[in-house]
């Protein structure tokens, strides 16, 4: 009998996509704090946020659609299901702001929407091969082609997870490249600390027990 993999929530590979260390605050520490950016995405997610179903020009559109992956041990909710002709899912997933996003912060929502896909299309035995990402700023929807690399992103991504979690070490900060993109807009960056490195306070602690310094 196969071992039963520990869930890991879909949300997790947004987080991890776009810094481990974010991640690991959120899903292994359990520490979360609002800024303005956290707060326009609860105000965008208020609506879709509440279960329902409607028809709308034909669709049948699910909110809030509970979702999981047992092969990948995924498992959350969607946004919005638009279930097609033939009842073909088509997942969309709320996101504040402009869909003109820079590409490798556009790829921390493509591997969530993947993700999403993949859980539809283990759920219902029907192909899901692209979905949308709608941004609240520009009202304009982003389609995502949900491709094998992908695929196999969301598969990568929701192992190191799984491995973080069960490990209970807190991924390093990023390096100064990414940090400089990333680390401002972060609600947790006084949590985090990244200037904080253990290397940083390896040397701090040196100088302050050196009798020469």
């Not at 992956?69 to 702001?97: Q, T």
């Not at 979905?131 to 700023?137: E, I, N, R, S």
């Not at 969301?154 to 993109?181: D, F, T, Y």
Request: with cysteine; glycine share 6%.
């Amino acid at each position: 009998m196969a071992t039963e993999l520990e869930q890991v929530p879909l949300s997790a590979l947004q987080h991890w996509q776009y810094c481990p260390r974010q991640c690991g605050l959120i899903h292994l520490e359990q520490a979360f704090d609002d800024n303005v950016h956290t707060l326009r995405g609860q105000a965008v997610h208020a609506k879709v946020d509440q279960p329902g179903v409607e028809t709308a020009k034909g669709v049948r559109v699910e909110r809030a659609l509970p979702l999981w992956h047992d092969e990948l041990g995924l498992v959350g909710k969607s946004d919005v299901v638009e279930f097609l002709a033939g009842g073909a899912p088509y997942p969309v997933e709320y996101k504040h702001g402009s869909r003109n996003k820079a590409p490798d912060i556009a790829a921390c929502d493509d591997i969530q929407l993947a993700a999403q896909g993949m859980c539809l299309q283990a759920m219902t035995g029907k192909p899901v091969v692209e979905g949308a990402l709608y941004y609240a700023t520009s009202k304009r929807r982003r389609v995502v082609v949900i491709t094998d690399q992908l695929r196999a992103d969301v598969a990568h991504a929701a192992n190191a997870i799984r491995q973080m979690l069960a490990s209970g070490e807190l991924p390093p900060p990023l390096k100064a490249e990414q940090a400089a993109k990333r680390c401002k807009a972060c609600s947790l960056l006084e949590r985090c600390q990244p200037q904080a490195t253990h290397a940083g306070l390896v040397a701090a602690r040196a100088a302050l027990f050196d009798p020469d310094a």
